[in-house]
């Protein structure tokens, strides 16, 4: 089991945002060369830019790190705080469900200090599950953090992963 684990946004998360971002920011070039509205083209091009730091930005910010019994994470605003693994008072799993988007899994773990919320399609989040199970079963984690729901949807997620 590896005892270094990153849980992140992929680079496949900011696909569509980015080809938005593209496309609109090539017409506002084209529109602030070949014709005389170069206020609104300035105008939308800061506002692009705007939505390109509200987007982009939180998502690349955005980590969990486990190594041995210490996590680091840093928020989607960047703001960086770190707990051990004894600080942990509760990992809630919960799934939603949507007609048009289907089933979505996430994991919260709750300290003391705050919260980290994960989503089931994060790079390394199946590797998560299977380090959180491993220390559980070992008896680092204490066993009234998890659940017998939220053990069982853990181990989907590792077995996932595999």
């Given at each position: 089991?590896?005892?270094?684990?990153?849980?992140?946004?992929?680079?496949?998360?900011?696909?569509?945002?980015?080809?938005?971002?593209?496309?609109?920011?090539?017409?506002n070039v084209f529109t602030l060369i070949f014709t005389n509205m170069k206020a609104?083209?300035?105008?939308v091009l800061v506002l692009l830019a705007a939505y390109a730091a509200a987007v982009i930005c939180p998502t690349v910010l955005f980590f969990l790190r486990a190594e041995g019994d210490r996590f680091y994470s840093s928020s989607?605003?960047?703001?960086k705080y770190d707990f051990r693994l004894s600080d942990i008072k509760s990992i809630t799993c919960t799934e939603r469900r949507n007609y048009k988007y289907g089933v979505k899994y996430f994991v919260e773990i709750r300290t003391a200090d705050g919260s980290v919320i994960?989503?089931?399609?994060?790079?390394g989040f199946g590797e998560l599950a299977a380090f959180l199970l491993e220390k559980h079963s070992s008896g680092e984690?204490?066993?009234?953090?998890?659940?017998?729901k939220c053990r069982e949807y853990l181990e989907q997620y590792a077995s996932q992963s595999k």
């Open positions: 089991m590896n005892d270094k684990i990153t849980v992140r946004y992929g680079a496949g998360d900011l696909a569509v945002p980015l080809l938005i971002l593209a496309f609109f920011a090539a017409l609104l083209s300035i105008l989607r605003t960047g703001r994960l989503h089931h399609s994060m790079k984690l204490s066993s009234s953090v998890l659940s017998k």
